[in-house]
């Protein structure tokens, strides 16, 4: 008999809720401070169903080829956690096996260790909820991992959270590399907003377990959607999914004309048309995927460029994509093969300003933090040195190669003849493949061929089955190809309609908006003035910086809450959006405001001199990733939050809010606000602090609120919410405080 994992016995109150996680400290006591992150030591998984998962184990590790799709479904679990501090947490989990092919099992000693993707459905690891747990073999040299995810988050490039944990499968124990998935918590800690999540698709190799294609499946695999449940949230993410998905098959249509064998592509020219990624030629991500391609390259991490292992985030608000780092099967040390780069000029073209970001990384904080993400493993500094230096030489000798590269004229094919290629290769194929367009102008599905298209319909749910990559019909296998024009019952030209924005430079930033939603009224150094025409349209300033300038916005009123809450094709809620800025000493006055937010500040940091918010429908400021100061906030009657921040610090001098629909303001996700003095009047709540976060307040004075401080937990992955209030005084309320057992409110 062969166990995946024995338990210890212990012994949990249950007298929290069921949705919340259950830790326990040294003493056996209810445990709820978890300000700071603490590493986990050893992770424990008790499979509920564990007959019936043992025997497909046997049946696995007896036959030959992949891991069959019938093996990965879903059981229930428990996960035991004890962290670094002694803390032990109990989890409710699903759990299924990961992997394509057996190096992710193995029978050890009479033990089965495997390669394992949990969803944890309360609680987190760090504010991680979904990971995997892999066998260190699995990822080539597992120590490279962890260093080059380092690297890439420390240059701006997301990648997965990485480090080694004990799997505690007693009587022994093994060695594992947890590694979180690419979800919206990746994107959060990445310092992005929640946008598609794409990747390559995989059915037609390892998901068929006939294996009706084998390798001719390469020909024609192409992207799909991940995060699934992003149209849930907003149906306004509909036409963006579909766009994203259909600009990304460009690039893999044109890469699979580069396949040679199994896994193998040319280098010359395959994942390296970079053009169909790098859509932005912004600051901020302007040459980002080359940028990437030269690290992956000067690590032997080419594994990851395999086109189905790779994973893009589609940065709405620049309308390009970015890579994230998965299953790079690393090897630091190895020698560097020359003969192998890329024989083109724009996988060169960036080497310098690799050399400098890479020459600029602050190592000592580079290392402390690839020291803490051995975990469980004992550390090498000179080890680790060697492996930086070695990347720094490759990408030198990268460099001084460039000028001997026999440089290839780049043999891309256009679109057409892409799409082209790719009917033929879906002729005669044991299963039907049914290419699937979308045609904007009519709002309609199509199945086509090259000589005739059929209008086909698609429920809501069979669509997201569809840009997942996972749509089947009476056998046939369905794909999603692209956005075009269909007249005639015939595919035309691929169009894609996009906003027809007006892009000013604005000092050193860049201004953009529609003609027809806005009127330029006034525009020069110290003053931007703007009238609305059409409700519910946005104006964004980013990518740059702004001082000393007055910005007015003039908008349509409408009733508070009555507004769709939609987002716009760059994915954006405010009417006025400052994105990627530094701004010094700016003043922002907004009336009327009919947009989700009137005013939407996102990874920008700095000094703003006054904000004044009148009359806006839905939140009056809403705050992400931003590092700012603010004089003076005044914001009277907005339709639900007076101010919403997330993932920040903020620090707020004075502040006035009247009428505010839900709370004054609503501090979340891992934010930080301090105020010196807050007067919130006439609203639901004074201020709330959830999920991780801290406000404090001195000064505070509040009237006719129902509840004065708020803090708790909301979302799964984050902890309590923390209210230090000095000098507070409330009026005409009817609770003080409104507390939860993972938070913490102090006030006098």
Known sequence: IFFLIFFLSFSLSTKADAGKNLCLDENNKFFNDFSKNVMPKKISIEIKKNKKWQKDNLEILTSSGTIKK?????????????????????????????????????????????????????????????FKLLLPKTRGNPDDEIILTEIFRSLNIMAPRTFYVTLNNQPKKSRMLFQEKASKELLEFNKRKESVILEGDERYLYDDDLNHFTNSAYHFSLSKISNKKLIDKNPAYRKIIINSVALLNEFYLETLNHYIAENQYDYDYSKIQNLLLDRSKTKILGGKNDIYNNLIFATNSIHSLIPHNRKFYWNAEYQSFEPIYYDGNSNILAPLNIEKLPKNKNFFRTLNTTLDLFNNLDFSKLKTSIANNFNTKKYNDQEINLKLNKILNNLNEMKVAEKNVDFKKNNYLDYNENLHIYFNRIRNLPHRIVPIFYNQLDNKFYECTQNICNNVFFSDQNLITLLNGKYKNDGNYYQFIGVHKIEDKKLKEKFIKTDNLINLSYQNSTLSYNKNDYELNTINSKTLEFTQNRPNTKIT??????????????????????????????????????????????????????????????????????????????????????????????????????????????????????????????????????????????????????????????????????????????????NGGTIKAKKMKCLHYDKVKDIDIFSKVAHN
């Open 70 to 130: 019938k093996y990965k479904k879903r059981y229930s679990a428990n996960v035991k956690v004890l962290f670094q501090n002694n803390i032990n947490c109990v989890f409710k989990a699903k759990v299924r096996r990961h992997g394509d092919f057996k190096d992710h099992i193995e029978l050890r000693n009479g033990d089965i260790i495997q390669s394992l993707d949990v969803h944890l459905k309360n609680g987190h690891i760090n504010g991680i909820t979904k």
């Open 541 to 718: 300033i980013k990518d740059g910086s702004i001082k000393n300038t007055k910005i007015i916005l003039k908008l349509i009123p409408l009733k508070k809450n009555l507004n769709s809450k939609t987002i716009n094709q760059k994915g954006l809620t405010g009417c006025l959006n400052l994105i990627d800025l530094n701004v010094e000493n700016i003043i922002i006055e907004v009336e009327n405001a009919n947009c989700e937010d009137a005013i939407n500040i996102i990874r920008s940091k700095g000094h703003i001199k006054k904000i004044k918010s009148l009359m806006s429908t839905n939140d009056g400021l809403d705050m992400d990733f931003s590092n700012i100061t603010i004089d003076d906030l005044i914001i009277t009657e907005a339709g639900n939050d007076c101010v919403d921040l997330s993932f920040g610090n903020y620090q707020i001098t004075n502040s006035e809010l009247n009428y505010c629909g839900d709370k004054g303001f609503s501090v979340g996700e891992k934010s930080k606000l301090f105020s010196n003095l807050m007067i919130i009047k006439d609203s639901n709540i004074g201020i709330a602090a959830k999920d991780s976060s801290i406000a404090e307040l001195r000064n505070v004075y509040f009237e006719n609120v129902n509840t004065c401080l708020a803090a708790y937990k909301k979302k799964q992955e984050f």
